[in-house]
């Protein structure tokens, strides 16, 4: 059983920035893919950024790339998503996940087998 607990949300002004962090309990989380995802009300919840277990792969959705970055510390059973240049359409609720024994990343919820309570970001204009 892996435990995910992600920090760092709040409230910031467009252009802005936060870090997120997702830390994991158990012995799993070199073993683990991790992705986040956001779920914004009335929408569903859709795909931000992945990791491999290794952290040598990344992969980010058109709407975030070159704006966010995935990172890993694997010793710190921690994995963080760095947001720069926020805009309001990324108010959402942030969610990490994690890929049980399972090297590499995906971009559908459903291929996840952990989750994070979440945590809010809120960006005003």
């Known amino acids: 059983q892996v435990q995910l607990v992600e920090s760092g949300g709040g409230l910031v002004q467009a252009g802005g920035s936060l870090r997120l962090s997702c830390t994991a309990s158990?012995?799993?989380?070199?073993?683990?893919?991790m992705g986040w995802f956001r779920q914004a009300p009335g929408k569903e919840r859709e795909f931000v950024a992945a990791i491999s277990r290794s952290g040598g792969s990344t992969y980010y959705a058109d709407s975030v790339k070159g704006r966010f970055t995935i990172s890993r510390n694997n010793a710190k059973n921690t994995v963080y998503l760095q947001m720069n240049s926020l805009k309001p359409e990324d108010t959402a609720v942030y969610y990490c996940?994690?890929?049980?024994?399972?090297?590499?990343?995906?971009?559908?919820?459903?291929?996840?087998?952990?989750w994070g309570q979440g945590t809010q970001v809120t960006v005003s204009s």
């Open positions: 996940a994690a890929r049980s024994m399972t090297a590499d990343w995906a971009t559908t919820p459903s291929r996840y087998d952990y």
């Open positions: 158990g012995r799993t989380f070199s073993s683990s893919a």
